[in-house]
């Protein structure tokens, strides 16, 4: 049953933007894009699957670092034009740089400046150099 998909206001891609925040901390990890598919998916196997506009193709997240967000909840904004996944992340990285977040820098002075440390370096988590999943 798919009906809640309908209620969806996807843009004109058919895409949807989707904000992941971890379920216990409240930060904001990540934003990617799905599409109706990627979401049904996501309850299906209970796991952040998003929709890779660069690829064109599904991107089950962790498919390739092994940094798997595990979905605890999905919620839908008051315009139901943005979700929000309450993701259990595994491993404790969300950014292909290795990093908690992807929201790593902070405008100061100016200038953005990197707040966070790389967790991991990009090279010893993905295989072949990939600077995204």
Request: with cysteine.
């Amino acid at each position: 049953m798919t009906d809640w998909l309908d209620h969806i206001r996807w843009n004109q891609d058919g895409l949807i933007p989707a904000i992941a925040q971890d379920w216990q901390s409240g930060r904001v990890l990540m934003l990617a894009w799905m599409n109706r598919e990627a979401l049904a998916l996501t309850l299906a196997e209970n796991r952040a699957i998003y929709w890779s506009r660069s690829r064109g193709k599904l991107w089950r997240k962790g498919e390739e670092s092994g940094h798997v967000q595990k979905l605890h909840e999905l919620r839908l904004d008051c315009d139901a034009d943005v979700l929000l996944l309450l993701v259990e992340q595994i491993g404790g990285i969300a950014c292909h740089s290795g990093r908690e977040s992807c929201f790593y820098r902070v405008q100061k002075d100016g200038q953005w400046q990197i707040t966070d440390p790389v967790l991991k370096p990009a090279e010893a988590i993905y295989q072949q150099g990939h600077p995204h999943e």
